[in-house]
């Protein structure tokens, strides 16, 4: 496979995803339950394999097989946690991306507590909300409502900033206008629609999207992550225009669909990311 | 916000649900895996925060920032019991309104027992299908079929009250007519669709919309729980009659639809809810 | 119930479909958390009813009470495989059917052998993709990506038919085609569509069907697989045919509803089942 040149425009948005499709990269996803169904649909329609496998005598043979891991952090328990670290540090062994969801972060010092003992593990990109990410860079521990974003992402940038410097990780935060930051440079995805918000896991499963666009620009994880939010953020644009009523299931149905049949010229018109800083 | 004073009305229904939406309640789901992604949409779709959290270290903390807690008992294990228990405990403990959904009480010995030492934590509310709650109640031990009820909910109501005065909690029974009981007064629903029985988990995630309906009129659970059922029930109807087919996948999707986008109108002109004894 | 006398016949497929609802069979699924949601939906959407129960002191009681046991290896832990072999050897000495669905056999050790050890529990039927039942035959042990399939289903007819003499089962493997064999007879099944392996878990809820299916023939496995695989292949044919767009949301939505909706006419002309060997 050839190399790509990532650059911030809708054009390199749809190479990139053409890219994945080819690859058609394995994900081992350790989520959380309630995610499961969804994930696992998002990757599919959009072109890659999804695997859930969380066995501790497993998990380490899973991540060998597979091209990127998603950590999801939701509905933990203490043996989950386990594998979820025993994962990542394989990944990181095996120069494999991995990518940290840490949902909840802030809700319960045993979330907490988790979700730092992950960022140690070294993931290559950080997919939050504006509390988690927050509560995740220790700016703030409060404000955290279960697993629902009470901040704007703006609020979270400085934060987002400190996480990626000190963790030498992509942090990308999501809200109205997402930001992806190395710590230095800042990329803005304005794609996606409020209604997302009312999707169970819609969030979880463009986590497991982002790993597997790193996976198919691994020189460039900021770009690919930013690339990932803009697809999956106008799959929702373009599922809420054909769908018969704006409503969250209808939307979730046509989000599903729109992974996978939107065409290059939907995705160069309408993909929408910007260099910031 | 201010008290609600509830009657058994439609007109009741639709201003409860506004101060539900209003709150925003986090619903804390302690749940079965099969019903959480559609428990957890229901709840987004209907105004509300779900937020599944399971684990033992956990549990405690969840209750803490949430505004109710939903106990449902199927897929249950040893640990997950010993879960809610505490999460029961907790909420009780801090005055937060908790319901027990005993899903297939009465299908095995271990079910039943472990059905039995929930509603010793004293919940708020329990709902289940007539075979449910006659199981509980110890009128019957038999007939029940997994998870699926084979007695009219009619043929329960006895058995509703009995558990209502015994337990001190309000009871509904699910079916054709929903009953719902403190003991003495009786509140009939006379909405939903039969073809609500084909889509797993619809009365699961029932459950925890009463979860929610209760935390925004805590003095009335017998009422809350009525309009809860009122609701979720029209929102079928609603969502059957703009499906394109009368089948269970379409169902699903305008359920979801209509719990988001049903207005004042069609409530008030919908729900129906009255007072039977 | 009078016993059935099946043919590999389009008639023979609504004849045992029809038996099947008569019978509402309740089917025990031990499964992945993946699929459970669509499990339970397609085996209500057919007429079935499903139950999940995985817990090591309940599963034994839930064989007691079902009609047949679905065992699926996916999302495996030490304490699942151990109540998987318990309920299927409860199944074996009640005399019900049990199917097994290796998924991902093959993907690393720990999941071959998790296979192998519940194939030694003597199942009725077995239900792979081409990769999962070449693994599971010692036939092939590479080649296996993740859950998905990366042999075509011609390619492991042998290995199927070598595993249905050894272990005294009927094998199906999924694919373009569908082979079903007991070693020496071979049923094609030519129903079905490429879009079904973008919806997560659609193999597995497939084999939940088949477990429904031979609830109604025990006589005759062979050909009661063979129907299943027919009728939930044309349920997804008629409902791309329905669906709105081809996309995999919306065939999801569209096969639940055909599950529940098709009628005899429909299958009639269009199951296609034949004797090839």
């Known amino acids: 496979m050839p190399t790509i040149d990532l650059k911030p425009s809708a054009e390199s948005c749809w190479e990139l995803w053409q890219a994945v499709r080819a690859k058609r990269p394995l994900v081992h996803c350790i989520t959380n339950f309630v995610s499961m169904d969804i994930m696992a649909n998002v ?36 043996e989950w946690v386990a594998a979820k670290k025993l994962a990542a540090r394989r990944a990181v062994e095996l120069g494999k991306p991995w990518v940290l ?9 045993v979330r907490t507590a988790s979700c730092l003992q992950l960022l140690d593990c070294r993931p290559t990109v950080v997919r939050g909300n504006a509390s988690e990410i927050l ?34 990780c992509i942090v990308a935060v999501s809200g109205e206008v997402d930001y992806v930051t190395d710590g230095t440079a800042v990329v803005g995805v304005r794609n996606g629609h409020e209604l997302l918000t009312l999707i169970t896991a819609a969030g979880c499963s463009l986590t497991a999207l982002i790993a597997a666009f790193v996976t198919a620009a691994p020189q460039q994880p900021l770009l690919a992550t930013a690339h990932a939010l803009a697809v999956f953020g106008l799959a929702a644009e373009e599922g809420l225009r054909l769908a018969p009523r704006p409503g969250p299931g209808s939307l979730r149905v046509a989000l599903l669909d729109m992974l996978h049949l939107m065409d290059q010229a939907t995705v160069k018109a309408g993909a929408r990311i910007e260099v910031m800083a």
């Open 43 to 78: 990757l599919l329609a959009a072109g890659c394999s999804p695997a859930m496998a969380h066995s501790l005598d497993e998990v380490e043979a899973f991540v060998g097989i597979s091209s990127a891991l998603l950590v999801n952090m939701g509905t933990l328990s203490p």
């Open 101 to 109: 969801d840490p949902v909840g972060c802030g809700a319960t010092p």
């Open 135 to 168: 509560a995740l860079a220790g700016a703030a521990g409060s404000g955290v409502r279960g697993v629902d974003s009470t901040a704007a992402s703006r609020d979270a940038l400085e934060a987002a900033k400190q996480l990626a410097v000190a963790h030498k």
